[in-house]
């Protein structure tokens, strides 16, 4: 099993549609995640933190479920401002994902 | 803040040549990090540091690869000899991280190899 796994799309949603990613990881130990959002030939950006208790930011909220060893990002009333590929980390061993491309569609 | 600082932008070379790609991390950061990314693998962890000193190397692909961290404002990510399949883009980022907790990774711009 690949540390971190995220289904890499691509996702196309219409504007204004609510979009969710999620990303397992296979290390419990694991204690820093978080998402980050890449744009076509820039580097990647961080997004936000995931904290334990999930956290919002906007439209943007994340959660952290360690049971099931798996994080989440919803997006809500997605912008084309959002298209974009993202990518969850996972601090461990500084382990990306794969990155979730997400294409908003007017 | 200027930031995490890489240079070059774009680098072409031969097969054969020494390539040397550069890092100026955000002052004040402990740890620094290379990435390679490609289209067919994503961003891979090749090496990083902490406190100027090499923690997990396991990513460097070969012995063409190396890195160092002479101080803590200056890294190096060196291919000798350059290959094809080096071809892409190769990230520095910097963090600050107490024991297993981090706060969040800044990335350069990166540095886009082509090996002809």
């Known amino acids: 099993r690949k540390e971190v796994e995220q289904d890499p799309g691509p996702f196309n949603v219409p504007e204004g549609a609510t979009v969710a990613f999620n990303c397992t990881y296979s290390n419990s130990a694991s204690q820093s995640f978080f998402w980050y959002r890449q744009d076509c030939r820039k580097e990647p950006k961080l997004l936000m933190s995931?904290?334990?208790s999930g956290n919002e930011d906007g439209r943007f909220t994340a959660q952290l479920n360690r049971a099931s060893q798996y994080i989440s990002l919803l997006i809500r009333d997605s912008k084309l401002s959002d298209s974009a590929t993202y990518l969850c980390v996972v601090n461990q061993k500084v382990t990306f994902g794969t990155g979730t491309k997400l294409q908003v569609i007017p | 803040d200027a930031g995490v600082i890489q240079s070059p932008r774009h680098e072409v070379t031969e097969m054969g040549q020494e390539v040397t790609l550069r890092c100026k991390p955000i002052?004040?950061?402990?740890?620094l990090f290379w990435y390679r990314q490609t289209m067919m693998r994503g961003l891979e962890l090749l090496i990083y540091?902490?406190?100027?000193?090499?923690?997990?190397d396991s990513g460097m692909p070969e012995d063409r690869f190396s890195a160092k961290m002479p101080n803590a404002s200056f890294s190096t990510l060196k291919i000798q000899p350059s290959e094809p399949r080096d071809s892409a883009v190769y990230f520095c980022?910097?963090?600050?991280?107490?024991?297993?907790?981090?706060?969040?990774?800044?990335f350069g711009s990166g540095t886009r190899l082509t090996v002809v």
């Open positions: 540091f902490n406190n100027n000193v090499p923690i997990d």
């Open positions: 995931v904290y334990s």
């Open positions: 002052s004040g950061h402990n740890s």
């Open positions: 980022a910097s963090s600050s991280t107490t024991g297993t907790l981090n706060y969040g990774y800044t």
